[in-house]
T-cell receptor, first 113, second 114 residues
Framework: GENVEQHPSTLSVQEGDSAVIKCTYS??????FPWYKQELGKRPQLIID?????GEKKDQRIAVTLNKTAKHFSLHITETQPEDSAVYFC????????????FGTGTSLTVIP | GAGVSQSPSNKVTEKGKDVELRCDPI?????LYWYRQSLGQGLEFLIY????????KSGLPSDRFSAERTGGSVSTLTIQRTQQEDSAVYLC????????????FGPGTRLTVT
């Protein structure tokens, strides 16, 4: 089955700096890669996703890059703000008949004011 | 419209008892997922439903865990003979199922086995 690894497990950055979280996956058939943000005590929410036919996607301060050959994808947050502090989860999925999602172990991001 | 709801929000049970956790997905969402999140840990995939069918049950931790979904809507996760290691937050999520894959998570059920 699919194995998703996520690094780092914790990340602290100064407000205004950039943050990068990286994930690798094992199954080359995976074709959909979402990122979820979970604030303390709240439910995970989708912040951005990318499909395997695209190499990069941006949404304001957030971007995701995908390298299918190397089987890794990354989340980039620029101009970080204190409200970006949360746990971020990457996931890999094979969209089709069986829509299983395999999540990484999460990255706890702290943005220091 | 209403989001994904789960009940109960908290459940404390004695070791060895059975528990049922309920998930009401967003209306029209054909896909439904169950995850387990232990304290400070990631999201452990348990089971996925497309309609009423569960194509893969291999994520269930043991045969004490079972899940069903009826009418393509409500799902129940049942844990029999609960153990202390079952203590966790159980999250349910639903998605449209085809073409649009964003998962909408419920608030979770916090299960504590004493």
């Amino acid at each position: 089955g699919e194995n998703v690894e996520q690094h780092p497990s914790t990340l602290s950055v100064q407000e205004g700096d950039s943050a990068v979280i990286k994930c690798t996956y094992s199954d080359s058939a995976s074709n959909y890669f979402p990122w979820y943000k979970q604030e303390l005590g709240k439910r995970p929410q989708l912040i951005i996703d990318i499909r395997s036919n695209v190499g990069e996607k941006k949404d304001q301060r957030i971007a995701v890059t995908l390298n299918k050959t190397a089987k890794h994808f990354s989340l980039h947050i620029t101009e970080t703000q204190p409200e970006d502090s949360a746990v971020y989860f990457c996931a890999a999925s094979i969209q089709g008949f069986v829509n299983q999602f395999y999540f990484g172990t999460g990255t706890s991001l702290t943005v220091i004011p | 419209g209403a989001g994904v709801s789960q009940s109960p929000s908290n459940k404390v049970t004695e070791k060895g008892k059975d528990v049922e956790l309920r998930c009401d997905p967003i209306s029209g969402h054909t896909a439904l997922y169950w995850y387990r999140q232990s304290l400070g840990q990631g999201l452990e995939f348990l089971i996925y439903f497309q309609g009423n069918s569960a194509p893969d049950k291999s994520g269930l931790p043991s045969d004490r865990f079972s899940a069903e979904r009826t009418g393509g809507s409500v799902s129940t996760l049942t844990i029999q003979r609960t153990q202390q290691e079952d203590s966790a937050v159980y999250l349910c999520a639903s998605s449209y199922g085809t073409s649009i894959y964003e998962q909408y998570f419920g608030p979770g059920t916090r299960l504590t086995v004493t």
